[in-house]
């Protein structure tokens, strides 16, 4: 039931007991994904009570019919959105986007900026520094926001984080920032969020493509950092993006939890929570028999974190 504490691990446990009588076994990399012991390239993923499954058409129908035995349940067809995540299919060309258009529009529109406005290039102001208070030397004091409208910050921050993590690695490095200033939004972080808004007006159409020309396109990795970015504690925030297809599969952007004394250190501690995603990549990819048996490449802009990553006598 809803609200028990208990709920969702009796649930999945539930899950698990029905899923094992039909030949489906639990991922080691990922609770979520169940994967069919003899029928290849047969899979189930679940979120709470929504189920993807994937497969050869024959193979998907008789699962379905397997399932609908068990729970009482809504054949939806081929899925065109699942989990918030529009699904566009060229079949054709053997392309797949996923993007959130529809809930861009709805997020947009919730905010007042439905209409035409004055659109931007980047999601932040560039070269923009925020910092718990950010009054100039000279100038208007950088206020606080008042009860109501931190509560509003919050909503918005929220609500374009969950943009953020389905399907727009674009917004990462600026949600990263601003969500630093949940507890205790100013003036300036108010008028950075509605940057992102405006960015996000010339933008609703943005997704991820995958396939295509780039299907044989290995699993590879970029990885940065800043140096001492944060105004305030003069912490570096590291981040990485892989592709698979072409197309971005994980991404993250996160102040470093430890003040890094070089660029060298700054950009080698992102290298390594990179190294850390290819590790648990690599399992998953097994699992799903998509691993081509290539090396993972790492780009990285730094020469020292490179010597030092090849040789830590360095």
Known sequence: MYSLKQAPCVWQDELSRSFKHLGLAKSTA???????????HCFLLVYVDDVLVVGEAAVVKILKQKLSQIYEMTDLGPASKFVGLEIARDRENRRLTVHQTSYTKKLLSRYGFGGSVRTTST?????????????PAKGPVDEPLSSDNVHWYQQLVGGLMYLMTSSRPDLAFTLSRLSKFFAAPRASHERAVLYVLRYLVGTTNYGITYGGSTTNRPYNGFTDADWAGDVDNRKSTGGYVFLLTGGAVSWRSKQQNSVARSTTEAEYIAASDAAAEVVWAHRLLKELDAHDGRLTKLFIDNESAMKLAKNAVC
């Open 30 to 40: 990922d609770d979520s994904l169940y994967i069919h012991r003899s029928i290849p």
């Open 123 to 135: 999601p932040m102001e560039p070269n923009l520094k925020l910092g718990e208070d950010n009054t």
